[in-house]
């Protein structure tokens, strides 16, 4: 059974930092494309940050470049994938999801398997 399963959320001050986790395990990831997405109350989902499959590449959303950062680490059976999110804004407030695709970059929500996301919220 494939699952994604992230934690890492919460509350935290504006300036402040959280590091997002994401475990994926029931199949091998090392060759799926790795996202986090995140959703604000009354918007639409958006893509944050990508890793292209083996790692080889990062893409960024421009409201995050330079704050955020996204990792994957291969393990035996399962995959991690990370997102460091360092001088967070309010406006960064949103469900934060992980996402896999069986193929290229993509910034669609054109992924196989999403996780439940993890709130993220930041006070002023």
């Known amino acids: 059974q494939v699952q994604l399963v992230e934690s890492g959320g919460g509350l935290v001050q504006a300036g402040g930092s959280l590091r997002l986790s994401c475990v994926a395990s029931g199949r091998t990831f090392s060759n799926y494309t790795m996202s986090w997405f995140r959703q604000a109350p009354g918007k639409e989902r958006e893509f944050v940050a990508i890793?292209?499959?083996?790692?080889?590449?990062?893409?960024?959303a421009d409201s995050v470049k330079g704050r955020f950062a996204i990792s994957r680490d291969n393990a035996k059976d399962r995959l991690y994938v990370y997102l460091q999110m360092n001088n967070l804004k309010p406006d960064d407030t949103a469900i934060y999801y992980c996402?896999?695709?069986?193929?290229?970059?993509?910034?669609?929500?054109?992924?196989?398997?999403w996780g439940q996301g993890t709130q993220v919220t930041v006070s002023s």
């Open positions: 996402a896999a695709r069986n193929g290229g970059a993509s910034t669609r929500h054109d992924y196989d398997y």
């Open positions: 890793m292209s499959k083996y790692g080889g590449n990062t893409y960024y």
